[in-house]
């Protein structure tokens, strides 16, 4: 007898990201030479300084069971933070440490979506927000961008998209997967409009500390008088510190949504990874010139690939003002052969690009956005020259 599925479960997709790195990852274990830009992980190690705060937690014997929302001292070294940083005022019950920041956002949206609630997703969107939105019942209103438009939602779209059962708009600025990021003045205007319409936000702040050519970063909470109290932000670890395995992230959010995601947490999970959570507050408290260190390097590579992409006739790429993507447009580089094999759609380019060229990347359309590509330029700037080298080649 077959186990039969949940029905909340059967349409659920895997991680599309995930997938075509692991697929990367099984041709590299036999022996091929893949320049793997699928997954968007930094490849610098994690600094020592919080590798070293790791093990003398291990040492120190910091290997049980904590608080299952999280250690006090991280708590409140992010509200020291984001005070310091911005002037928000959060108080150690406002946070919530979670097993990524994935694992956040799931909390977040099954504390406070019902089954029927509509939360509008801007797309070209990060893989696994539709999917963690249906989970919880809800229903994703995908609202398409333009590259014109540098992939960013206007206010006319948005007001186009509200009913009577939108809840939730989800941002994230900078974006995954476009690197677009809004001005300060983009987001009030939109923020007013979540105002009028009684909405909450989710604003995905992950790649903050990434943001180049000196622009300032708006976070959500700051635009308008009250806007903390209707906004959930998400951030973490993983990206500005170098610190995907870890598995730490967090939400900022009001006090009755915090203490909700942290009972929800102390059923499904319990504390994240305990030594991860003392390395975490290494990243925090500890000296940031790491993150600027990153921060040049990521912005030397956004620049060579920006200029590779536009070197290639036909095909462009938006502006990429943070986070470490290029989502580039190769519409007119479908419905061709390609050694003999036909290529329709950006996932068969991406499937195509992989097995003849031996370069990993992700179809636009697991982003919501068919005739796009996206690559990860958090990698070796060899490593870059190669799969461009190799991408050029493809397509000329
Ligand atoms: N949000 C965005 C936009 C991301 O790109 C990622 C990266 N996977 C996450 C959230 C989750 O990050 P993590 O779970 O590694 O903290
Ligand atoms: N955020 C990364 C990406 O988009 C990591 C992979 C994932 O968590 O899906 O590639």
């Not at 050519?213 to 976070?219: E, H, K, L, T, V």
């Not at 007119?332 to 996932?347: A, D, I, P």
């Not at 990347?361 to 060899?382: H, K, L, N, P, Q």
Request: aromatic share 10%.
């Amino acid at each position: 007898m077959a186990i039969a599925l949940s029905k909340i479960v059967q349409g659920m997709e895997p991680s599309a990201t995930l997938a075509m790195s692991a697929k990367a990852k099984e041709l590299k274990a036999k022996g091929e030479t893949v320049v793997d830009l699928s997954v968007g992980e930094p490849d610098f190690n994690t600094p020592k300084h919080i590798c070293d705060a790791a093990v003398a937690a291990m040492n120190a014997g910091y290997t049980r069971y904590t608080v299952a929302s999280g250690i006090p001292a991280l708590k409140e070294a992010i509200c020291a933070d984001y005070l310091a940083r911005f002037g928000l005022e959060y108080k150690p019950s406002q946070i919530v440490v979670s097993n990524g920041a994935k694992h956040s956002l799931h909390n977040a949206f099954f504390c406070t979506l019902n089954p029927g609630d509509e939360a509008i997703l801007p797309a070209p969107y990060w893989v696994s927000y539709a999917e963690l939105i249906k989970l919880s019942g809800a229903v994703p209103v995908i609202v398409s961008t333009r590259e014109e438009d540098d992939f960013k939602l206007t206010p006319e779209a948005l007001r186009a998209a509200i009913t009577p059962k939108t809840r939730m708009l989800l941002l994230c600025s900078p974006s995954n997967p476009t690197g677009s990021c809004y001005t300060r003045a983009e987001l009030e205007a939109l923020a007013d409009i979540a105002i009028e319409n009684d909405l909450f936000v989710v604003s995905d702040e992950i790649y903050e500390r990434l943001v180049y050519d000196g622009a300032p970063f708006a976070s959500f909470p700051t635009l308008r008088e009250g806007l903390a109290d209707r906004t959930i932000v998400i951030n973490g670890v993983s990206k500005t510190y170098a610190m995907t395995g870890w598995r730490v992230g967090w939400t900022l959010a009001p006090e009755n949504v915090s203490k909700k995601m942290a009972s929800l947490q102390s059923q499904e999970t319990s504390n994240p990874c305990s030594v991860s959570q003392y390395a975490a507050l290494a990243a925090v408290t500890g000296d940031q010139g790491c993150v600027d260190a990153m921060r040049a390097e990521f912005e030397k590579r956004r620049d060579y690939v920006a200029g590779r992409i536009a070197a290639i006739p036909g095909m462009t790429c938006g502006k990429m003002g943070g986070a470490f993507y290029a989502f580039f447009n190769v519409q007119n580089f479908l419905g061709r052969e390609y050694n003999g094999v036909k290529v329709e759609t950006s996932q068969d380019w991406c499937m195509a690009l992989l097995e003849q060229k031996k370069v990993a990347t992700v179809m636009g359309s697991a982003f919501g956005a068919e005739g796009y590509v996206r690559a990860s330029f958090a990698a070796s700037m060899d490593d870059l020259k190669e799969a461009f080298d190799r991408i050029a080649d493809f397509v000329s």
